[in-house]
Every structure is written in C-alpha cells, then in structure tokens.
C-alpha cells in the first residue's frame, strides 16, 4: 500500500500544472423571495491564471448561478474565452468585460478572495424588452451581497442578503488531474491482486 501512495504522491508532484486555475465561489445567505421565487445561495465559477490579485480583465472564464438549496433558479454565463458573453433575452444585449466587475486576490483567505462582484456594472439589463434577468453584484470582504430581478428590461424586485451570509472560495480540481489519481490507484490494486494471487 506504502508504494500505492509512493506512486499516486510522484503522479501528482510531476504532473504538468496548468496555468489557468478554476475557482468556486459559493456564497450562502438567509433565503430570499424575489417576486416569488426564492434562492439561498450564489455560486460563482470563474477562471484566471493570474495568481495573486486581479479583475475582469484577468479572467478566461465566468458564470453566476442562483440556487434554492441545490435547485437551479437562473444561471449568466457571463465570459468564456476571456470574452464578455450576451446577457441573456430578448434581444440579448452585448455586454464586454468593462460591463462586468470582478475583483480577486488568490492571496487572500477563502472566505476573503473575492473582493467585489457585478454582472452587469452598467445595466444593460434595462434595455432587454423580454425575458427574466439579474443584477449580481456585491462585495462579501465588505459586507455586501445583493440581486436584482429584472423582468423585460423593467426592475421588479430587489434585496440584500442578510448580513450573517457565508462566502467561501476553492480551487475545482481539473478532470484529467481525478483521471490521473484513478489511473494509478486502478494500476495499484492491479498490482496487489496479482501479487496476493
């Protein structure tokens, strides 16, 4: 088993690292009902490969979710590519990257390494004539989370989240780096089994 773990530990450290890192920020808070729909939690996937502090302009990849517990209530695929993505409706409004504040620091502690947030600094949202958008914008290191509800392009409701609300940012492991582990624990066990036999 000591050389299972020997193998598994020398996989890892010489695997070839990635230069972009992705990050989830997931930030709870007391439910809210906005025009009827209620959400307790926000989670924010993004991806940079700046290490230390950055902004929008450092990131590759962002999306905002809304959830209620683990039920999905609307998703903004905000960047991909480094590029800022449509909002979403009718007709979808272009939205670039100085239209979405986001302000990092890798540096800083879990609960700390998202600064400041905003899909939609400019508010665009106003000028789409159908469908249902938010407004996400906040700062969890100040004390600020809050979402805007949005209905073809007029503002409906609002609120901010309890004070006592959670933030908390982990790196999401890459797919291939769980590939990997499971490929050389797949190979060790092959390994004992004939031995044993």
Same mark, same amino acid.
């Given at each position: ?72 209530? !609307? ?51 106003? !000028? ?5 958008? !938010?407004?996400? !914008? ?60």
């Amino acid at each position: 088993m000591k050389k299972i773990l020997s193998a598994v530990c020398l996989v890892l450290a010489t695997a070839p690292l990635s230069a972009t890192i992705a990050y989830l920020t997931t930030i709870t808070f007391e439910p809210m009902t906005l025009a009827g729909t209620t959400m307790d939690n926000l989670r924010i996937y993004w991806t940079t490969d700046v290490d230390g502090a950055g902004d929008s302009s450092d990131l590759l990849d962002l999306s905002f979710s809304i959830y209620n517990e683990d039920n999905l209530v !609307y998703v903004d695929n905000a960047m991909s590519g480094g590029v800022g993505l449509p909002i979403q409706g009718t007709p979808q409004i272009n939205r670039g990257i100085s239209d979405i504040e986001f302000i990092f620091d890798t540096t800083s502690p879990s609960a700390t390494i998202l600064k400041s947030y905003d899909n939609d600094s400019n508010t665009l949202q106003q !000028y789409i004539s159908f469908g249902l958008t !938010y407004n996400l !914008y906040g700062s969890p290191y100040n004390g600020v989370v809050a979402i805007h509800q949005f209905v073809d392009g007029e503002f409906t409701d609002g609120n901010n989240a309890d004070p006592s609300y959670e933030a908390n940012t982990v790196i999401v492991p890459e797919p291939s780096t769980y590939g990997l582990v499971a490929g050389v624990l797949a190979l060790g066990l092959l390994s004992l089994r004939r031995k044993r036999t």
